[in-house]
């Protein structure tokens, strides 16, 4: 399922031991809007180049996603914009920094959440 489909429609195939085939009727799913703040874990970690972050915004505001090193120095800017509330997924493109642990914080209308992430060369 994609993350951030907000309807799903699916169905189950049954096989049975002499091989038929038998189809359930269609079922259609929706998901509804986040209720909290969610910022999860990017797949994969550790990683090499690229890596997925997911998160979930429960109220429209304005989305700020910056990575920090162990330092505190940000070095990189994800995310700077007005979103609407649902999921949301972005690519950290990571080829420029060096191997390490980093934080990444989201950052919405007040709150925010923060995440560990290893870049390994």
Do not use: C
């Not at 090499?48 to 979930?56: D, L, P, V």
């Amino acid at each position: 399922m994609p993350f951030d489909a907000a309807q799903v429609t699916y169905r189950l195939k049954q096989v049975d031991l002499d091989g038929t085939t038998a189809y359930s009727p269609e079922v259609e799913f929706s998901r509804a809007v986040p209720e909290r703040l969610v910022l999860h874990g990017n797949y994969p970690n550790p990683f090499q180049g690229h890596t997925r972050i997911r998160y979930e915004l429960p109220q429209a505001g304005l989305v700020q996603m910056d990575v920090f090193n162990m330092l505190g120095q940000r070095v990189a800017r994800l995310v700077d914009r007005p979103q609407p509330a649902g999921r949301s997924e972005v690519v950290f493109d990571a080829q420029t920094l060096p191997s390490g642990t980093y934080f990444v914080r989201l950052a919405v209308d007040g709150q925010s959440r923060l995440r560990q992430v290893t870049v390994v060369r």
